[in-house]
């Protein structure tokens, strides 16, 4: 019994490391890539609040970007709980000014109903948006994202989407105010907004 218990705890250990050791690689490999880092840009998309664009954003406003997926097991939830954590901890004023945003890799699967119910478990104040391969390669590029489709024939899912696991705050003419790599907790992002707002 207890050697069961030992293995559970390692098989969990060997998780936590794997998730974090996943975005770790996945940063260092979207730095190497970009070269002198993203441009960023305007983000034009289709959205669970109709045609997004970060023109709409107020001066004062900026947006947490993410680029993920919602069929995600465990980076992009975790990454858009931090979002939520970080938001709880600014006051109210705060709060007003930042515009959480995901934008799916995954537009076969992610339709803006899934999208709504996805980032509805995260607040009313997150926005899902997507578009053609075209439109997402041409914003990945400018953002420094790497995404790519795994198949996997053996799973009830038929592929997954490996992809570079950033946040961007930008302001509302596409300028990378910061870019906070992915991690578990909020602090980072936190101090991210304490700087920009």
Same mark, same amino acid.
């Not at 578009?131 to 914003?139: C, D, F, I, K, N």
């Given at each position: 019994?207890?050697?069961?218990?030992?293995?559970?705890?390692?098989?969990?250990?060997?998780?936590?490391?794997?998730?974090?050791?996943?975005?770790?690689?996945?940063?260092?490999?979207?730095?190497?890539?970009?070269?002198?880092?993203?441009?960023?840009?305007?983000?034009?998309?289709?959205?669970?609040?109709?045609?997004?664009?970060?023109?709409?954003?107020?001066?004062?406003?900026?947006?947490?970007?993410?680029?993920?997926?919602?069929?995600?097991?465990?980076?992009?939830?975790?990454?858009?709980?931090?979002?939520?954590?970080?938001?709880?901890?600014?006051?109210?004023?705060?709060?007003?000014?930042?515009?959480?945003?995901?934008?799916?890799?995954?537009?076969?699967?992610?339709?803006?109903?899934?999208?709504?119910?996805?980032?509805?478990?995260?607040?009313?104040?997150?926005?899902?948006? %997507?578009?053609?391969?075209?439109?997402?390669?041409? $914003?990945?590029? @400018?953002? /420094?994202? +790497?995404? *790519? !489709? #795994?198949?996997?024939?053996?799973?009830?899912?038929?592929? %997954?989407?490996?992809?570079?696991?950033?946040?961007? $705050?930008?302001? @509302?003419? /596409?300028? +990378?105010? *910061? !870019? #906070?790599?992915?991690?578990?907790?909020?602090?980072?992002?936190?101090?991210?907004?304490?700087?920009?707002?």
């Amino acid at each position: 019994m207890k050697r069961q218990g030992l293995w559970a705890g390692i098989a969990l250990i060997v998780l936590v490391l794997g998730v974090g050791g996943y975005g770790w690689f996945q940063q260092q490999f979207a730095t190497s890539v970009a070269g002198n880092g993203p441009t960023g840009g305007p983000i034009e998309l289709s959205s669970t609040r109709g045609e997004f664009s970060l023109a709409q954003l107020e001066e004062d406003q900026l947006a947490v970007v993410f680029f993920g997926y919602t069929y995600c097991p465990d980076v992009c939830p975790m990454s858009l709980a931090v979002v939520r954590q970080a938001l709880a901890e600014l006051d109210e004023a705060e709060r007003a000014r930042v515009v959480p945003l995901m934008i799916s890799v995954d537009p076969e699967r992610d339709t803006i109903e899934r999208l709504a119910e996805y980032t509805g478990f995260f607040g009313d104040a997150f926005i899902g948006a %997507t578009g053609s391969e075209a439109e997402l390669e041409a $914003l990945a590029e @400018r953002y /420094g994202v +790497i995404w *790519r !489709r #795994v198949e996997t024939p053996e799973s009830a899912m038929a592929y %997954t989407v490996d992809h570079s696991s950033s946040l961007y $705050l930008v302001d @509302r003419e /596409g300028t +990378i105010l *910061r !870019r #906070v790599l992915y991690s578990p907790a909020p602090h980072a992002l936190l101090s991210a907004l304490d700087e920009a707002l």
